[in-house]
């Protein structure tokens, strides 16, 4: 997986708010306008964070009307999945070979 990858899937993860987001959706899909009820922030903002949280992978959208409806995309998921794993892999292979 390319850095560039790697460095949207964390930044999905590192806003409280794209948290909540998250949460909200492991429930299954919600209409863009039930995500702006359950969070007391703007459409604009919620815009930006749905933006960040779809090129990362982690949501996929779809535009049904003028609202679009979210919902967790699994193989995004699984690609953040295997980046944590091939650092926890990374870490426990190279705790032998400590140069100091």
């Known amino acids: 997986m390319h850095y560039i990858n790697v460095a949207k899937i964390f930044k999905a993860f590192c806003d409280e708010n794209r948290i909540k987001i998250i949460e909200i959706l492991q429930e299954g899909e919600k209409c863009g306008c039930v995500l702006l009820e359950d969070l007391d922030i703007s459409q ?56 100091c």
């Open 44 to 99: 604009s903002t919620l815009s930006h964070h749905m933006k960040i949280l779809v090129e990362s992978n982690i949501v996929k959208a779809s535009k049904q009307g003028k609202w679009s409806y979210y919902s967790i995309c699994k193989e995004g998921i699984q690609d953040a999945k295997e980046v944590l794993e091939n650092i926890e892999k990374s870490v426990v292979e190279n705790k032998s070979n400590n140069c």
